[in-house]
């Protein structure tokens, strides 16, 4: 992987460092604007300093006429008040930018993450990428965070070296007159071209050095890669509270210090280290030391000319000051550009992410939603596999929901219960087969509002820290009546007493510090109630009550007429007592449809999966 | 911050520079070296052109001019490859002493005491220890840049002092003023930061809060089911415009220091180039001698500041390490080293008792238990049943040695626990909790807890007696597939059941002589769930085992049964005693069973 990065060319750099670009423009164009401005001024800056600091030598080097000079120092002071203020503005407005940059930057991702298919959330590899952005973000802003910085840097260089440019042009003009002797030489202008060359290629060669030098963090990052999540997971999750209690019986501590002790990272001893002291420090030092040949060489032209008499030393310190902040610059746009060339492979992981297709179809359909219309939903044939696994999920499931009863699906560890949830409410498209909703393929409906008929208590259902009636209505503005109903249909009209702030107290203490925490129990409630908020005529439930007592979960399963309510219902639990108020039963094992029919009729097949689910449960409380 | 440190800023870089001493000795060399370059630099910077201007000046030979020149650029070209080769250098160290102090604070963490986690005090200083250690940017890296600053600084400032007491001692005195005013000024205002640092802390806590939900692959599902990518839209951005003001509040204060600044340093430079001038006017000096003091006055104005700067980030780093400190130092409520020493016996059985044992959670304001009295005698098989919160798991971490009670005793074979070392008390249990916790690593690794001398027949036998073989053979790698994809990409994710039946090989590989078992069923299926109960008193064996669980029907293998209600043990006795009871017991039982049995009115 690390020797694909290196291929990347200068045109692949460009474009995909100009794509960020147009991603943040989008996101932040005045950010832009704060930056060109302030590299302008903090570009300009110190040119006026020089330019006037020479001009106050010379007069005191000539004519020391007190006038001359106080008009100088004042302007001088003046000059310099005025732009440094604008440049502290210029400053704040920027940092402003900055400061949400990092939010920004999150949210680019975030906003992706909410709108792609649900098979891309799931992979783990989208995971993986999003894990490994965030890396790179850490480990120097590589990514779409640098590019930014890049920008200013450039926008800096450039103005500073235009303006270097302008004021060197005398150096190269004036001449020095035939009374400097064998110094006339310096007039010739090949002599001219050859100190030109001499600068130009030392300014070159300093910065590939150091780019270089720097090559050597973006290699050895890709093998530090595996060293960093081990110590990651050692140096920060291993102490969690969850873990807390295996901790000290399995004495995890002695394994995990070894292990802390054995993946430092860029410790003395890691191979970065040792590069370091060798090649990588060697080339910082040669990029280093010649940068100064350049100042070198710059004294030696502008001192024999001085010395030959083509100016006075006020020139020379305008010169050298000149020169000096010039080969800054220069140095300071070959490394953006090395960081340009550096960054773009990050980019590359950045984009990968960004460009995940959605590519469920997505039909246009209109779903009619009333609680009153009649949803007939049959799968045909349907078989699935998760992407990137040889075996299938579900194998040749048909099977056709009844108006209006309720169906319980039970089977095994595995058997295929969720998967058959998840293609119901189109998290993931059949790999064979077709799901009809009122004889139509399901994919041709307009996708959400497919989606938003089915409101499904997921086994591992998640709350948001906002306020318990938002979480409810699962939006900002919601109805306080229809909500309080729903928690009393689900029986939290107890804990809701006893909230303060009723319906606004916020959930667990994540967002609003002020919040409370509630128990699993509660929390299932609380999704419960948020399903019957939707007011459709389906409703899903995935073990609904695993988190509950046998008391709280009796009181459920009483309240399940009310909850359900003539709805088409589906109930998944490997608890077998909930089918018992279920009219219709299937039985999935290793992805097939094995069994359907009532509790009697099945149970009556003393051969058949369900009876043996059955019995494995009800022996001990018919014994 | 009311109460006063408890270690002053020499106390505590005393404490890094030992721990330096103790484990990176290469940390502290660079700091003395970059300093010297640092002030070498500036030295060499502030003599060139004065130098090669009067040169020029008083028309010496070019060859003069060219070795003068020559010998300027050669020490510049030393100073600065020593100043990069040292510079990039200096790091690793100082990073590995960094994860030094980090494997400190997760070493205390994973061995404390096990109340203290629950400590408010503790939780405030482990954060702020994190604090410390969580970037390149953090006071136990960070600080040995503020010593190279600061000794640079304190050199650069006496070498200028001397160089411009034949100066008008007023203008030191003027660029001392100005340059503490400024300083103390911007201080203060850039303060407000720090001061509003909560107010920070909220919004992005809960601007991440929001964009790490959007990215969770859990709620993914119910974002889109329930359609709340709008929800979180619109409350992501009235956060997000409070946060923009709150930026631009702190902008609009940070300039006034901007502007002070300005004022200062124009009244400090005019001041400084009407006492020069006036000296190279009226005493003769040159104009490169105008610019070597004028450079020197600018220079002096930034050791000052530099000192000033660098002495109130030693002042922040120290209050960071003393968080550290007292963190790595909290008092142990229990006995560790200092304790008897105590090895398990495998061949031996245990016998445990609870002798009028209460407990109650610091903060709450009753008992959890209340007066319990209870044996498990040796090789007895006990079940723990009772509804949600009765306190099952806290008569569990009471017996594990989690907790010590609040009044009572806990005795194992007839000794007060709380005599023995707590880790070689820890090492008699073999448990199953209800959070389950993955190594990164190989299953194998995952049941020995170990990633070496793996016994490889125990290893299997062990899996097998916990029905996890079928599905490790169905692995592609078998015992050697990874787990954990936070570190491994080929990592496979086993299901809730499968990874609680992990757990259960793990506890039975520890082979320890008494078994915790905490709703080791709570995702198993029915059919696993059944195996497991008629497994049971295979894997137990002989050993003293506790059982506990709200499903009653898991309690029939069991020797004996409790029953904790209203804080104490309610019922006791065998299932059928407890049956014929008609209790609490026979009625939890009848509202599980019932769905269970024939001839329940179906509805409808």
Redesign the interface.
């Known amino acids: 992987m690390s020797k694909d990065k290196k291929k990347i060319s200068l045109r692949e750099a460009m474009q995909l460092s100009m794509r960020g670009y147009r991603i943040w423009w989008k996101v932040n164009p005045k950010a832009f604007v704060a930056i060109t401005l302030s590299s302008i001024i903090n570009g300009v800056s110190p040119y006026v300093g020089i330019y006037l600091g020479a001009r106050i030598i010379s007069e005191l080097a000539g004519a020391r006429d007190k006038n001359t000079l106080t008009i100088l120092v004042i302007v001088a002071l003046l000059s310099a008040a005025v732009l440094s203020m604008a440049s502290a503005g210029l400053r704040r407005w920027r940092n402003y930018h900055n400061a949400l940059q990092f939010f920004d930057l999150r949210k680019i991702y975030a906003d992706k993450f909410v709108s792609m298919d649900f098979r891309s959330v799931d992979n783990q590899r989208t995971q993986d990428l999003l894990y490994q952005i965030r890396q790179n973000d850490v480990m120097g802003w590589y990514g779409l965070r640098l590019l930014m910085w890049i920008y200013a840097r450039i926008m800096y260089a450039l103005v500073s070296i235009i303006i270097a440019a302008v004021l060197i042009i005398p150096l190269f003009v004036l001449r020095v007159p035939e009374s400097g002797g064998r110094l006339t030489i310096l007039n010739n202008p090949l002599f001219i071209v050859a100190i030109v060359a001499a600068m130009l290629l030392i300014t070159l060669i300093a910065p590939v050095l150091s780019t270089k030098g720097s090559g050597y963090w973006v290699k050895f990052a890709e093998e530090s890669k595996f060293g960093n999540r081990i110590h990651s997971f050692y140096g920060y999750y291993m102490s969690g509270g969850q873990r807390a209690l295996d901790v000290r019986i399995y004495r995890q501590d002695k394994l995990s210090m070894k292990m802390l002790e054995h993946y430092v990272g860029f410790g003395p001893k890691s191979s970065i280290a040792k590069a370091g002291r060798g090649p990588m420090g060697g080339l910082f030092a040669l990029s280093g030391a010649l940068s100064q040949v350049f100042t070198g060489i710059a004294y030696v032209f502008v001192c024999l000319k001085a010395l030959g008499g083509a100016f006075g030393i006020g020139y020379v310190a305008q010169y050298i000051g000149v020169i000096t902040s010039l080969s800054s610059s220069v140095a300071n746009l070959m490394e953006a550009f090395g960081d340009f060339r550096n960054n773009a492979s990050f980019l590359r992981t950045t984009f990968e992410l960004l460009d995940m297709p959605n590519d469920m179809y997505q039909g246009d359909l209109p779903v009619e939603k009333h609680s009153d219309i009649e949803y007939e939903i049959e799968f045909k044939n349907v078989s699935f596999r998760y992407p990137g696994q040889n075996e299938y999920a579900l194998r040749n499931v048909s099977l056709k929901f009844d108006v209006g009863k309720r169906l319980a699906v039970v089977g095994m560890n595995g058997s295929g219960k969720t998967t058959f949830i998840k293609l119901l409410c189109r998290l993931y498209d059949p790999t064979e087969g077709e799901i009809l909703l009122n004889g139509v393929n399901i994919r041709k409906y307009t996708y959400h509002e497919y989606m938003s008929i089915f409101p499904i208590v997921f086994q591992d259902f998640q709350l948001v820290s906002f306020s318990l009636g938002q979480n409810v209505a699962a939006k900002v503005s919601y109805n306080g009546k229809k909500a309080i109903s729903c928690l009393d249909g689900v029986g939290f009209t107890q804990r809701l007493r006893e909230m303060t702030e009723g319906l606004e107290t916020s959930l667990y203490k994540d967002f609003d510090e002020g919040g409370v925490d509630i128990s699993g129990g509660e929390a299932q409630k609380i999704a419960l109630s948020r399903a019957l908020y939707k007011d459709a005529a389906f409703i899903i439930l995935d073990e609904p009550t695993a988190a509950l007592d046998p008391i709280a979960e009796s009181e459920v399963y009483n309240r399940m007429n009310e909850i359900v309510d003539g709805k088409t219902a589906v109930f998944i639990s490997h608890r077998l007592s909930s089918c018992r108020f279920c009219q219709n039963i299937a039985v999935f094992h290793e992805g097939q449809l094995i069994q359907r029919g009532s509790h009697d009729e099945l149970l009556t097949d003393s051969e058949g999966k369900y009876y043996e689910l059955w019995n494995a449960q009800a022996q001990y409380y018919t014994a | 911050m009311a109460a006063k440190p408890k270690y002053n800023l020499f106390q505590n870089s005393g404490f890094m520079i030992k721990m330096a001493w103790r484990h ?1 000795k ?1 940390v502290l060399w660079p700091v003395v070296v970059l300093a010297a370059l640092g002030v070498g630099t500036n030295l060499i910077g502030l003599y ?2 004065p130098t ?2 009067g ?3 008083e ?2 030979s ?1 060859s003069r ?2 070795t003068l ?2 010998l ?2 050669v020490g ?3 100073v ?6 040292v ?3 200096r ?3 100082r ?2 002493l960094r ?1 030094n102090i ?2 400190m604070i ?2 205390k ?3 404390m005491s ?1 109340p203290n ?1 629950d400590n408010q005090d503790v939780q405030r200083m482990l954060e702020k220890s994190y604090q410390t250690v969580n970037g390149t940017d953090k006071a136990t890296q960070e600080i040995w840049n503020t010593f190279t600053d600061l000794l640079k600084n304190t050199a650069g400032f006496v070498i200028y002092l001397l160089l411009l007491a034949s100066l008008n001692p007023l203008v030191i005195g003027l660029v001392l003023v100005t340059t503490l005013t400024g300083f103390f000024i911007n201080n203060h205002l850039n303060g407000w930061g720090f001061r509003h640092r909560d107010e920070d802390a ?1 919004y992005s ?7 790490d ?20 839209d ?3 951005k009235s956060t ?1 415009r409070l ?2 003001d709150f ?2 509040r702190g ?2 204060i ?2 006034w220091a ?2 002070i ?3 200062l ?2 009244a400090r ?2 001041v400084a ?2 006492f020069i ?1 006036s000296m ?2 009226n005493q003769g000096l ?3 001698q ?2 070597l003091y004028f450079t020197a006055v600018g220079g002096f104005t930034s050791w000052v500041n530099g000192i000033l700067t660098g002495v109130s980030k030693l002042y922040k780093q120290s209050l960071d390490l003393t968080a550290l400190r007292e963190f790595l130092e909290y008092p142990e409520v229990f006995r560790f080293e200092d304790g008897e020493s105590l090895e398990p016996d495998k061949k031996k059985s245990y016998r445990m008792e609870l002798k009028n044992v209460s407990f109650r959670y610091p903060g709450a304001d009753k008992n959890t238990l209340d007066q319990i009295n209870l044996t498990i005698e040796e090789g007895e098989k006990l079940a723990v049943v009772g ?3 009765a306190g099952k798991t806290t008569l569990v ?1 009471l017996l ?1 040695g ?1 907790y010590d009670p609040t009044e009572g005793a806990i005795l194992l074979n007839g000794e007060d626990i709380r005599k023995y070392n707590r ?1 070689d008390y ?2 008699h ?1 073999s ?1 199953v ?1 209800q ?1 389950f ?1 993955l ?2 690593g190989t299953v194998a690794e995952n049941i020995a ?3 070496e001398h793996i016994d490889k027949d125990k290893l299997i036998s062990c899996t097998a007696k916990a029905g996890m073989t079928d599905r490790i053979e169905r692995l592609s790698k078998g015992y050697d597939t990874h787990l ?4 491994y ?1 080929d990592a496979v ?1 086993l ?4 990874t609680q039946r992990l757990m259960l090989a ?1 506890a039975l590989y ?1 082979d320890a002589p008494i078994i915790v078992l905490d709703e080791p069923t ?9 195996d497991m ?1 008629n497994k049971y008193n295979e894997f137990t064996g002989g050993r003293t085992a506790i059982y506990i669980s ?5 309690t ?1 293998f069991c020797d004996r049964i409790i029953l904790i209600d209203g804080n104490r043990i309610a019922e006791e006795g065998t299932h059928d005693s407890l049956m014929a009871k008609g209790g609490k017991y026979a009625e ?2 009848e ?8 001839g ?1 009115e ?3």
């Not at chain 2, 600065?80 to 080769?85: C, G, I, M, Q």
């Not at chain 2, 709570?522 to 059944?530: F, G, V």
């Not at chain 2, 709200?550 to 898991?554: D, F, G, I, M």
Request: some cysteine; aromatic content about 16%.
């Open positions: 990176q290469n060139t052109a090669i201007l040169a020029i000046q028309n010496v070019v001019l060219l020149i020559l300027f650029t510049l070209m030393l600065y490859a020593a100043r990069e080769y510079g990039l250098n790091r690793f160290g990073f590995e994860q980090l494997a997760q070493e963490i994973m061995i096990y986690r909220d806590r809960k601007m991440n809060y929001l964009n939900k959007a990215s969770d692959h859990t709620i993914a599902k119910d974002i889109r089911i329930f359609g709340m990518k709008d929800w979180l619109d409350v992501y997000y946060y923009q930026v631009a902008e609009r940070y300039i901007d502007l600044d300005v004022i340093t124009v430079n005019g180039y009407f001038i190279v006017l040159s104009a490169s105008f610019l509804l949600n919160g971490k594990c989690f880790r820890y090492l249990f448990a909790f959070d916790s190594l990164p807890q170990n990633f954990g994809n936070s570190v990409e994710e299901s809730g059941g499968e793990r520890k709570a995702s198993l299926d029915p059919i696993a769930e059944s109960y709200h499903r009653l029907a898991s029939r939890l039982f509202i599980q069973s019932k769905y269970y049995k024939e329940v179906e509805n409808e």
